[in-house]
């Protein structure tokens, strides 16, 4: 019930377009959904965060889309950069628990 | 405002050795996380420190691992002996818990090489 599943793996898309990556969730106790991006030899830099009262967050080229329903959360890049050519973390929490991560997807942005 | 700070950035050992790493959070930051991210996974919780007291130590290998936060403010993981499964990033995260803000920041990360 802990867990996170994020898909897909990795993702290519061409510069300007949309990334889309999705992330599904058990624990309806998990009341902070952030987003995490990951540079090699980098440590996980805050993106984006969404509580589950909200059902979309913008934030300039990056929008978090929430479904409580479902238990899914997905993050969207628009105009997608080679700049964005990273890994993704979803993540969950409760409070100031632990995160639980999703386990990654490696974005590709070509030119 | 300066960022979490670990040191050292890389550290390669053979088995049965130990080492230890260090995390200095960002100041004013009562809570300090100890992740490990092994290749190509997220990161996972190994423990959480609230001020100097443990919080959540559930996934720490108890029989190897240990950490300490003397005084509340930076802290040190240990591991003792270690073991080739070891090879791992591991990555400190502090919160400042103010409010409803849980935001946990990211430290660069030791990677710990084990031969």
């Known amino acids: 019930q802990q867990q996170v599943k994020q898909s897909p793996q990795s993702l290519i898309v061409q510069k300007g377009g949309i990334s889309i990556i999705n992330c599904a969730y058990e624990?309806?106790?998990?009341?902070?959904f952030p987003w995490y991006q990951q540079f090699p030899g980098k440590g996980p830099a805050l993106l984006i965060a969404i509580r589950p009262d909200v059902s979309e967050k913008k934030e300039g080229r990056f929008t978090i889309s929430f479904n409580k329903s479902a238990k899914q959360f997905s993050l969207h890049i628009m105009d997608s950069q080679p700049g964005d050519s990273a890994t993704y973390f979803c993540?969950?929490?409760?409070?100031?628990?632990?995160?639980?991560f999703g386990q990654g997807t490696r974005l590709t942005i070509n030119p | 405002e300066a960022g979490v700070a670990q040191s050292p950035r890389y550290k390669i050992i053979e088995k049965r050795q130990s080492v230890a790493f260090w995390c200095n959070p960002i100041?004013?930051?009562?809570?300090l996380y100890w992740y490990q991210q092994i290749l190509g996974q997220g990161p996972k919780l190994l423990i959480q420190?609230?001020?100097?007291?443990?919080?959540?130590d559930s996934q720490l290998p108890k029989d190897r691992f240990s950490a300490e936060r003397l005084k509340g403010v930076d802290s040190t993981l240990k591991i003792q002996p270690a073991k080739l499964e070891d090879s791992a990033v591991y990555l400190c995260a502090s919160s400042l818990l103010l409010g409803s803000s849980y935001e946990q920041y990211f430290g660069p990360g030791t990677r710990l090489t084990v031969t």
């Open positions: 624990n309806t106790a998990f009341d902070y």
């Open positions: 993540a969950a929490t409760k409070g100031a628990q632990k995160l639980v």
């Open positions: 420190f609230q001020n100097n007291g443990v919080v959540d």
């Open positions: 100041s004013g930051h009562a809570t």
